[in-house]
């Protein structure tokens, strides 16, 4: 019996790097003809893994295609679009929108409580539904009468017929759902938040892209990273330096990973954009480029603002002051929140991102960052309504139902989310981090609001 370790064999990673450079506009022909003579496939698996290891030589062939592609550069103009460096990223961003004073202490903290709660709420009502196609979502939950989903997933009164035609994800199902729930389960994208935290302690605000590296290595488990994240830990293992480990053999630079590891930033940072974008940039740059890195700052920009903000529209503009205007993430932003403005119901809106963005994969940032803004344009930052649309549009439920959810938390405040959401979690959250296992989540949001005073 062979191991099929998802997002790191080399067989399944040449069918990806083909869709991104095919997605930059880099000419892969003669790789791809070379690739298929060998009998490699061009199919991504869409989980990470193929189901049958390849023979020793097609493998060598797949990590000298990879090597290649690498070497193989990117159109200057659209690395004119879509720069890397911090200052030439806001140098190409809309204005910072005005915002609001900070609020009274007690407000504040009741506004971080919410963020890190409403993120893990959203986290945990996307938990069970990933990787599950939209019409499965919904299956689901009208077969156990929670259509419009409105609280958590749950298998009682499941028609077995849609639990066959749509496997739940077996990880999560003890502890993600309803009937299940005893606090805040582990979850990678309640992780990176701990390592920023941490990060943001030990170091402070001027943190660099190798501090990151060296808390990934310290505290998380390399069998507990995915995508870009874990193609960096491979390749940090392998001696490569913080500063290009991103770019060996790694086609998820363009994924979701960096934007789930950046609301601790923003909350350090509230009614601070362009500060929060900082540290953010530090840590995205270690695993993603361009459009994946653009998602670390938008999110952490978003945070710092939802802290302060009335209205989530100021919110998606913070993000998008720390994004280039001209890339396709400020593209799929704004095209997700013109879509929540001008449809009908949400599940046309819905069905206009999937027909714009359907071809991505499920992890891809462009397609989970459209979904992410509708969800928050469609909702007025209405968390009730905000984390549901964005787990049931599909595609990384828990990832992007996980933001949503820290941004409509930190809007509203813990005092103010319903408890169907929050009495589950059980104020705890549980890590595979040293130290973080257990830790209550009035803990992090009292250490959060010390790291304010650090960070100004």
Known sequence: MSIRLSWTQPEDLVPHAFVVAAEDGVDATDLTERWLDAGGAVEPPVSGASTTPAAPGLRRLGRAVLDELDLRPVPPELLEREPDALDAVLARATDVPPLPALPAPATLRDRVRGAWLGRAAGCLLGKPVEKIPRQGIRAIAASTGNWPVRGYFTAVGLDPEVARTYPWNRRSRTTSLLENIDGMPEDDDLNFPLVALRLLERVGPDLTTDDVAQAWLADLPGGRVFTAERITYRNLLDG?????????????????????????????????????????????????????????????????????????????????????????????????????????????????????????????????????????????????????????????????????????????????????????????????????????????????????????
């Open 240 to 456: 490569d330096e913080p500063d290009v480990a991103a770019d060996v053999r790694n086609p998820f630079r363009s994924w979701i990973g960096a934007q789930i590891r950046s609301d601790v930033y923003g909350w350090a940072n509230p009614g601070s954009p362009r500060a929060a974008a900082g540290p953010a940039w530090q840590d995205g740059r270690l695993s993603h480029r361009r459009t994946g890195l653009y998602g670390a700052t938008f999110v952490a920009a978003a945070c710092s603002a939802a802290l302060v903000a009335d209205t989530v529209d100021d919110v998606v503009a913070a993000g998008l002051s720390v994004v280039p205007a001209e890339s396709r993430y400020a593209e799929a932003v704004r095209f997700g929140a013109d879509v929540a403005r001008s449809t009908g119901d949400d599940e046309t809106g819905l069905d206009v991102l999937h027909e714009r963005y359907g071809h991505l994969h499920w992890v891809h940032a462009l397609n989970n960052t459209a979904l992410l803004a509708f969800a928050l344009v469609r909702s007025g930052g209405d968390l009730d309504r905000a984390v549901p649309l964005a787990v049931t549009g599909g595609w990384d439920t828990d990832s992007v139902g996980a933001t949503a959810g820290s941004i409509c938390g930190a809007l509203a405040g813990a005092s103010s989310l319903d408890p169907r959401w929050t009495a589950p979690l059980h104020g705890r959250l549980a890590s595979s981090l040293p130290g973080f296992d257990g830790v209550l989540f009035d803990d992090l949001a009292d250490r959060t609001l010390a790291l304010q005073g650090a960070t100004r």
